[in-house]
């Protein structure tokens, strides 16, 4: 059966048509000309139809101030438009495969294997419930749209999706197409750039629109996919809960002094009231379908119990049920089910205290319906609400807290100072002992309600954990039950959290913590000094005790964004890998669960790529089936936005999840010869070594400076944290973000491959071309982390393009230019050379999609570029043109797919 209308191909062709068409309505026929001539330039010379870009570089220095911002205009919206075209082709390619068409990294596919390997249905439960997958919403600013324009693009894709799936009339077809056409005119005219910076409200209303449009939803019916699945070849295998969603937006306070507790509490209490609704809704459709009457069939006794025991903590709402649901006792258990929900924000008392007090009473539901044969009923209409519950709670998505360790030291410092505490002039272990002392007496050691003459840090950290422990009291634990420290570097830095959260009553030891305390580590020292940290931490007696009281689990949290800023991409792939063993090897060593939390970004230098193979290819020691991993900036549309996507990147998260799992019980300890260990501890240092005396070369600050938008990057707007750490200007201090969007936008993607070559060639000048590069290959060929890391530089390759960087190159001073960019590009040839050689393949690319979309849109992304580096190039520029350079960055960004 034919499922679909169209065809990429169509949808592009057409969609292309209609920027054309709105172009000359709302500008001219002139400026839809202007525009062609550059298209028509830039794709002669793509196709070879010219020897060069004058053609081009003419068109765009005969731009007027005027036509310029009407060209950035055009290329933009095509581009977001052509990027709704492949999302749709993404949704075929999965109705397809439900229609029968294999996806690969399919759940069915696997569990089809695990039968035929013959693991029976004890191992499959077993590996289930290990499993525990929990993506992270960041509000890092690499969203470079307005939400504005997001809502008109998401109807746009609604309108394509209904021309693509429903069988209509010309009449018909001709209506939605004319809405199209309004939507495309009416985003013609929206201002693209932001005029103010987001606040933190605005970041955390947009990861809560994904949680309650999409998520919400697609919950049940991946849950309900996944247990199809596995009744194909097992019997009696309860599919456990796989999925939490977790959220920094509203609660990370590092380096964004804009999240205060008042934003925090907002976030939570707008959270739950969002899930409240969807439950109440919910409860209401339950009660359309569940009108049995109680003559008919037996309310099991559970049932029976439940409303008894809701008769004496509801009697007259219970006497209002009865009277309007006279014999109907699912209807009267609804009824009482949503004046508990209504009592959740109210003050009157009989509230559901959590989630799970609500999943209790659908349970007796379940239980109910189950005894009286209606299984049909159940799973249909109960159990994916079922699912709702158990996955989001009554919190949506718990928030994580997170600051940066130097405000928790000058806290502790200031607020035990004026108790005549002298904790600055501690030593490490001095300050340990103090803290594990303080922790472990009974009485406080601070008044933080009232600390006394303290610095404004200090009075922030303090007012945040005294709204902690009142957070869970009145959110419950789960909502907010996770804080993260950046750049952690000493095991006091853990203590000190675990410190002041003891003082405000979140942790009362030994038999009360409320905390997970998540030491992030993202420097090269941190990194090697993990299992000193933890070591420490483990034996000391208050972490220790604080750690059998959250069951043994020990969450850590990996910074890869940094590390890569730090280290260089193969450097930083390298320290992470095997500083994941050692902490998993001494986790074990120790009885202690390790969960990694992966800090990853959008692009593949902040550890991006995709994500199944991302958890595939992880050290088997780290797998312990727990995972945690962030998700942020344009990613979190490109996954989530349409709801069969997301059921798909579910789906694909558990896949590989549930394999890496499998493959870590038959081989706990990756089996990795000692020769390619080797060839990486060759590679790697000398990959560092590059890397690091271009980024500590005298002049390079500058260089980057002139040849990257870094400073129109910066004045984005894009979100609410400022760009730098300390407004230095400096690699150092520059957040990994900015740094990885500036060099996207040359298209010279250097955090994604610079020094890779260097390090291969070391490794090869070291044993030889041919032995080594028989290892290289037996390497690639062989071993996921190797494979996944080549794979992934192989995306940055292909997506640089260095006669455009070459462009921006020329923006800086000669001297500077000829320092630097001759051997940025010698050192991208070699790299593409070198990855070509020993993955075996004739393109950088292994996925014809993805080719198929970069050949689509580069002849477009060109002319950008080019009237950027123009601008950028200017002296002085007028108000118009600094609004057409922030178009530019936008339109770049959705022709890349990528900001940072």
Same mark, same amino acid.
């Given at each position: 059966?034919?499922?679909?209308?169209?065809?990429?191909?169509?949808?592009?062709?057409?969609?292309?048509?209609?920027?054309?068409?709105?172009?000359?309505?709302?500008?001219?026929?002139?400026?839809?000309?202007?525009?062609?001539?550059?298209?028509?330039?830039?794709?002669?010379?793509? !196709?070879?139809?010219?020897?060069?870009?004058?053609?081009?570089?003419?068109?765009?220095?005969?731009?007027?101030?005027?036509?310029?911002?009407?060209?950035?205009?055009?290329?933009?919206?095509?581009?977001?438009?052509?990027?709704?075209? =492949?999302?749709?082709?993404?949704?075929?390619?999965?109705?397809?495969?439900?229609?029968?068409? +294999?996806?690969? /990294?399919?759940?069915?596919?696997?569990?089809?294997?695990?039968?035929?390997?013959?693991?029976?249905?004890?191992?499959?439960?077993?590996?289930?419930?290990?499993?525990?997958?929990?993506?992270?919403?960041?509000?890092?600013?690499?969203?470079?749209?307005?939400?504005?324009?997001?809502?008109?693009?998401?109807?746009? %894709?609604?309108?394509?999706?209904?021309?693509?799936?429903?069988?209509?009339?010309?009449?018909?077809?001709?209506?939605?197409?004319?809405?199209?056409?309004?939507?495309?005119?009416?985003?013609?005219?929206?201002?693209?750039?932001?005029?103010?910076?987001?606040?933190?409200?605005?970041?955390?209303?947009?990861?809560?629109?994904?949680?309650?449009?999409?998520?919400?939803?697609?919950?049940?019916?991946?849950?309900?996919?996944?247990?199809?699945?596995?009744?194909?070849?097992?019997?009696?295998?309860?599919?456990?809960?796989?999925?939490?969603?977790?959220?920094?937006?509203?609660?990370?306070?590092?380096?964004?002094?804009?999240?205060?507790?008042?934003?925090?509490?907002?976030?939570?209490?707008?959270?739950?009231?969002?899930?409240?609704?969807?439950?109440?809704?919910?409860?209401?459709?339950?009660?359309?379908?569940?009108?049995?009457?109680?003559?008919?069939?037996?309310?099991?006794?559970?049932?029976?119990?439940?409303?008894?025991?809701?008769?004496?903590?509801?009697?007259?709402?219970?006497?209002?049920?009865?009277?309007?649901?006279?014999?109907?006792?699912?209807?009267?258990?609804?009824?009482?089910? !949503?004046?508990?929900?209504?009592?959740?924000?109210?003050?009157?008392?009989?509230?559901?205290?959590?989630?799970?007090?609500?999943?209790? /009473?659908?349970?007796?539901?379940?239980?109910?319906?189950?005894?009286?044969? &209606?299984?049909?009923?159940?799973?249909?209409?109960?159990?994916?609400?079922?699912?709702?519950? @158990?996955?989001?709670?009554?919190?949506?998505?718990?928030?994580? *807290?997170?600051?940066? $360790?130097?405000?928790?030291?000058?806290?502790?410092?200031?607020?035990?100072?004026?108790?005549?505490?002298?904790?600055?002039?501690?030593?490490?272990?001095?300050?340990?002992?103090?803290?594990? =002392?303080?922790?472990?007496?009974?009485?406080?050691?601070? @008044?933080?309600?009232?600390?006394?003459?303290?610095?404004?840090?200090?009075? $922030?950290?303090?007012?945040?954990?005294?709204?902690?422990?009142?957070?869970?009291? =009145?959110?419950?634990?789960?909502?907010?039950?996770?804080?993260?420290?950046?750049?952690?570097?000493?095991?006091?830095?853990?203590?000190?959290?675990?410190?002041?959260?003891?003082?405000?009553?979140?942790?009362?030891?030994?038999?009360?913590?409320?905390?997970?305390?998540?030491?992030?580590?993202?420097?090269?020292?941190?990194?090697?000094?993990?299992?000193?940290?933890?070591?420490?931490?483990?034996?000391?007696?208050?972490?220790?005790?604080?750690?059998?009281?959250?069951?043994?689990?020990?969450?850590?949290?990996?910074?890869?964004?940094?590390?890569?800023?730090?280290?260089?991409?193969?450097?930083?792939?390298?320290?992470?890998?095997?500083? &994941?063993?050692?902490?998993?090897?001494?986790?074990?060593?120790?009885?202690?669960?390790?969960? *990694?939390?992966?800090?990853?970004?959008?692009?593949?230098?902040?550890?991006?790529?995709?994500?199944?193979? +991302?958890?595939?290819?992880? #050290?088997?020691?780290?797998?312990?089936?727990?995972?945690?991993?962030?998700?942020?900036?344009?990613?979190?549309?490109?996954?989530?936005?349409?709801?069969?996507?997301?059921?798909?990147?579910?789906?694909?998260?558990?896949?590989? &999840?549930?394999?890496?799992?499998?493959?870590?019980?038959?081989? #706990?300890?990756?089996?990795? #010869?000692?020769?390619?260990?080797?060839?990486?501890?060759?590679?790697?240092?000398?990959?560092?070594?590059?890397?690091?005396?271009?980024?500590?070369?005298?002049?390079?600050?500058?260089?980057?400076?002139?040849?990257?938008?870094?400073?129109?990057?910066?004045?984005?707007?894009?979100?609410?944290?400022?760009?730098?750490?300390?407004?230095?200007?400096?690699?150092?201090?520059?957040?990994?973000?900015?740094?990885?969007?500036?060099?996207?936008?040359?298209?010279?993607?250097?955090?994604?491959?610079?020094?890779?070559?260097?390090?291969?060639?070391?490794?090869?000048?070291?044993?030889?071309?041919? %032995?080594?590069?028989?290892?290289?290959?037996?390497?690639?060929?062989?071993?996921?982390?190797? !494979?996944?890391?080549?794979?992934?530089?192989?995306?940055?390759?292909?997506?640089?393009?260095?006669?455009?960087?070459?462009?921006?190159?020329?923006?800086?001073?000669?001297?500077?230019?000829?320092?630097?960019?001759? /051997?940025?590009?010698?050192?991208?040839?070699?790299?593409?050379?070198?990855?070509?050689?020993?993955?075996?393949?004739?393109?950088?690319?292994?996925?014809?999609?993805?080719?198929?979309?970069?050949?689509?849109?580069?002849?477009?992304?060109?002319?950008?570029?080019?009237?950027?580096?123009?601008?950028?190039?200017?002296?002085?520029?007028?108000?118009?043109?600094?609004?057409?350079?922030?178009?530019?960055?936008?339109?770049?960004?959705?022709?890349?797919?990528?900001?940072?």
């Amino acid at each position: 059966m034919e499922l679909h209308n169209r065809d990429v191909r169509t949808d592009v062709r057409e969609l292309g048509a209609l920027v054309g068409d709105v172009l000359a309505a709302q500008a001219s026929t002139e400026a839809y000309e202007t525009v062609e001539t550059l298209r028509n330039a830039a794709i002669g010379y793509r !196709r070879g139809d010219a020897a060069n870009r004058d053609a081009l570089h003419e068109a765009v220095d005969d731009l007027s101030s005027t036509r310029e911002e009407v060209v950035a205009r055009a290329f933009t919206t095509y581009f977001e438009l052509i990027n709704l075209a =492949e999302e749709r082709e993404r949704v075929r390619a999965v109705r397809n495969a439900d229609d029968g068409t +294999a996806l690969h /990294d399919s759940f069915d596919a696997t569990i089809a294997e695990f039968a035929e390997a013959g693991v029976d249905a004890d191992e499959l439960e077993a590996l289930l419930a290990d499993v525990l997958i929990e993506p992270t919403f960041t509000a890092h600013p690499t969203e470079a749209r307005r939400s504005t324009v997001k809502s008109k693009l998401r109807s746009i %894709a609604n309108h394509l999706g209904e021309l693509d799936e429903r069988n209509l009339t010309d009449r018909e077809r001709r209506a939605v197409w004319r809405d199209v056409t309004a939507e495309v005119t009416s985003l013609w005219g929206t201002r693209q750039v932001r005029q103010r910076a987001p606040e933190p409200e605005d970041e955390a209303r947009n990861v809560q629109w994904y949680l309650e449009n999409t998520l919400f939803d697609v919950v049940g019916d991946a849950y309900e996919e996944f247990e199809e699945t596995i009744s194909k070849e097992y019997d009696d295998v309860d599919c456990p809960k796989l999925f939490e969603f977790r959220s920094w937006a509203g609660s990370d306070r590092d380096g964004n002094p804009f999240v205060t507790p008042e934003v925090t509490d907002e976030t939570l209490e707008r959270q739950r009231e969002v899930a409240v609704e969807k439950y109440r809704d919910r409860c209401k459709r339950l009660s359309a379908v569940l009108s049995q009457d109680g003559d008919r069939y037996a309310d099991g006794d559970a049932l029976a119990r439940s409303l008894a025991a809701d008769a004496e903590r509801f009697p007259t709402v219970v006497e209002e049920a009865r009277e309007r649901y006279p014999d109907e006792p699912y209807r009267q258990k609804l009824r009482l089910m !949503r004046e508990r929900l209504d009592r959740v924000n109210d003050v009157r008392p009989g509230e559901y205290p959590d989630g799970d007090a609500f999943l209790d /009473d659908l349970d007796v539901i379940a239980e109910s319906l189950r005894e009286d044969g &209606q299984e049909s009923v159940l799973e249909s209409f109960v159990e994916p609400f079922r699912r709702q519950v @158990d996955t989001f709670g009554l919190t949506l998505a718990s928030l994580d *807290l997170r600051d940066h $360790r130097e405000n928790h030291t000058e806290a502790v410092a200031e607020a035990v100072a004026v108790e005549g505490v002298d904790y600055d002039g501690m030593d490490e272990s001095e300050r340990v002992d103090f803290l594990t =002392e303080a922790i472990l007496q009974d009485e406080p050691v601070v @008044d933080v309600d009232e600390p006394g003459e303290v610095s404004e840090t200090t009075e $922030r950290v303090l007012e945040r954990f005294q709204s902690f422990a009142e957070w869970q009291e =009145e959110y419950g634990q789960q909502a907010i039950d996770t804080y993260c420290i950046s750049m952690t570097e000493e095991p006091s830095h853990v203590l000190e959290v675990l410190f002041l959260a003891d003082q405000v009553g979140v942790v009362s030891l030994p038999d009360h913590c409320a905390v997970d305390v998540v030491p992030l580590l993202e420097t090269e020292s941190a990194l090697n000094g993990a299992e000193r940290i933890l070591g420490t931490l483990f034996e000391n007696e208050a972490y220790a005790t604080a750690l059998e009281a959250r069951g043994e689990v020990q969450e850590v949290m990996l910074g890869y964004s940094d590390s890569n800023k730090e280290n260089g991409f193969l450097a930083a792939n390298w320290d992470l890998y095997e500083n &994941q063993r050692r902490i998993a090897r001494f986790c074990r060593e120790e009885d202690v669960t390790l969960r *990694l939390f992966h800090g990853r970004g959008g692009s593949i230098s902040r550890g991006g790529g995709p994500m199944n193979e +991302a958890l595939t290819a992880l #050290p088997n020691e780290t797998v312990t089936g727990q995972v945690k991993f962030t998700e942020q900036g344009e990613a979190i549309a490109e996954k989530y936005a349409n709801p069969r996507i997301a059921e798909r990147e579910l789906e694909q998260m558990l896949d590989a &999840q549930i394999r890496a799992r499998k493959e870590a019980n038959e081989e #706990p300890v990756e089996d990795v #010869p000692d020769r390619w260990v080797e060839a990486m501890e060759i590679m790697a240092p000398a990959a560092r070594e590059t890397y690091r005396e271009l980024l500590n070369a005298d002049g390079f600050v500058s260089y980057f400076e002139q040849a990257t938008p870094i400073s129109v990057v910066e004045d984005l707007n894009l979100g609410s944290r400022p760009a730098s750490r300390s407004g230095e200007r400096s690699v150092e201090d520059l957040r990994a973000i900015p740094w990885v969007f500036s060099w996207t936008q040359t298209r010279l993607i250097l955090p994604g491959w610079y020094a890779i070559a260097s390090g291969i060639d070391a490794y090869l000048d070291e044993v030889g071309e041919e %032995a080594g590069m028989e290892t290289l290959r037996e390497m690639f060929d062989e071993w996921p982390f190797f !494979r996944t890391t080549l794979d992934n530089a192989s995306l940055a390759l292909a997506r640089t393009e260095p006669e455009i960087a070459a462009e921006y190159a020329d923006l800086a001073d000669d001297d500077l230019r000829e320092r630097f960019f001759p /051997d940025l590009v010698d050192e991208y040839e070699r790299g593409r050379e070198l990855v070509l050689e020993i993955s075996g393949r004739d393109r950088l690319l292994r996925r014809e999609w993805l080719e198929e979309s970069l050949d689509r849109r580069n002849p477009y992304v060109d002319p950008l570029n080019l009237l950027q580096a123009n601008l950028l190039g200017r002296t002085h520029r007028t108000d118009e043109e600094e609004r057409t350079l922030r178009l530019t960055v936008n339109g770049i960004a959705a022709g890349m797919k990528n900001t940072g």
